[in-house]
């Protein structure tokens, strides 16, 4: 199986070795590749199984049991949708369900090329729900029509001064 685009081996083998002494590297090696990449491409369990000197089974075993990790790259566009209680209490949830009765888009299994969206569970702006980080960018105050704008790839800053307008 080859490793995904935007992947490079030598540069993911450096780092796994560049870590390898550390105690407990398995994990500061997989964030330290999820940084440099975006995600973890499954043929570093190889890599880290010969450098901490795991059985592969271990490595892999590792990698999935953390969901941080993603296996790919991420779509052009990531919303992280935030679906803590206050944000839910701002009509959240509600957002969720109109963004899969009107595009049938659904928060987690959302994932392609073009669109990702995941939950989180609290950015920190909870008087301003329900948020999202778009692209990293903070957005509050989110209605279905600037989400899906947002999921169509609208700038980001669009929606962050329609949400200031409506204070
Ligand atoms: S609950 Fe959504 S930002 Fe805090």
Known sequence: M?????????RARAIVEGLAALEG???????????EFGFVDPSAAALIADA???SLAEAHGTISFYHDFRARPAGRRVIRLC???????NG??????Q???????????????DLTIE??????????GPCALVDGELVGRLDVERLSELCDGAPVEAAQIAAGAER
């Open 2 to 10: 080859s490793a995904a685009p935007g992947w490079d081996k030598d």
């Open 25 to 35: 590297a398995t994990l500061p090696i997989l964030h330290a590749l999820q940084e």
């Open 52 to 54: 901490l000197n795991l």
């Open 83 to 89: 679906r803590a209680e206050a944000c839910q209490a």
């Open 92 to 97: 959240g949830e509600e957002l969720v369900a």
């Open 99 to 113: 963004l899969r009765a009107r595009r049938g888009l659904d928060a987690d299994a959302q994932d392609d090329a």
């Open 119 to 128: 939950t989180v569970y609290c950015l920190g702006n909870c008087a301003l």
